[in-house]
C-alpha cells in the first residue's frame, strides 16, 4: 500500500516493433503512408503495397530518411491471386494492416454498378481474402500475429452522399 505522497512506478508496455515485418495497403499516400513510416519508427521492416510505384517510393524514401527498413510491392489488392501469391512468397509477415479503401461520394440514386463493384471490391472483398491469406500463413508457420483493418468513422455516423460507402 501507497503511503500519501508515495509515487509508484508505472510500467508502459512497449510498442516497438523491432524484428516484426508489417505490410501496410495503400501504402503510397495518406493515412497508409503515415501508418507505414510510423511502423518503421516503431522498427518494423514494413512491406508497403500499393498500385503506384511513384507513391510507394516516395513513402519509402521518408522512411529510409529516417533510418527505416522496408520495401515497395507494386499490387492491387483486389487482384485475389495476385495477393495470395505475394503474401506466400514472403518468408516472413508479423502484422497485417488492412488500410486501402476507396468512397464515391454521390446520391444514392446516382451509384453506378461500377463505383458500387469498385467499393465492395476494395473495402470489403479484398480485405477479407487479404486476411485470410495472412491467417493461412501464420496457421502452416504455427505462429502467432497481428490484424489491424482501418474503418472509416462513417460505420458510426453516415455523411451525406455516401449511401454505398457507410453501409
Request: aromatic share 4%; hydrophobic share 40%; glycine share 10%.
Amino acid at each position: 500500500m501507497e503511503t500519501p505522497g508515495e509515487q509508484r512506478e508505472l510500467k508502459l508496455p512497449s510498442f516497438r516493433l523491432d524484428g516484426k515485418v508489417a505490410l501496410v495497403t495503400g501504402a503510397g499516400t495518406g493515412l497508409g503512408a503515415a501508418i507505414a513510416i510510423g511502423m518503421a519508427e516503431s522498427g518494423a521492416e514494413v512491406l508497403l503495397v500499393g498500385r503506384t510505384q511513384s507513391n510507394l517510393d516516395a513513402t519509402m524514401a521518408e522512411i529510409s530518411a529516417r533510418d527505416g527498413r522496408g520495401r515497395a510491392i507494386v499490387c492491387d489488392v483486389t487482384d485475389t491471386k495476385a495477393i495470395r501469391k505475394a503474401i506466400a512468397a514472403l518468408p516472413r509477415l508479423d502484422v497485417l494492416i488492412n488500410n486501402a479503401g476507396t468512397n464515391f461520394p454521390e446520391p444514392f440514386v446516382d451509384v453506378s454498378d461500377e463505383h458500387l463493384d469498385t467499393m465492395l471490391d476494395l473495402n470489403v472483398r479484398a480485405p477479407y481474402f487479404l486476411t485470410q491469406a495472412f491467417a493461412q500463413k501464420l496457421v502452416e508457420e504455427k505462429r502467432g500475429g497481428a490484424i489491424v483493418i482501418v474503418g472509416s468513422t462513417n460505420g458510426f455516423q453516415a455523411e451525406h452522399d455516401s449511401t454505398a460507402y457507410d453501409t
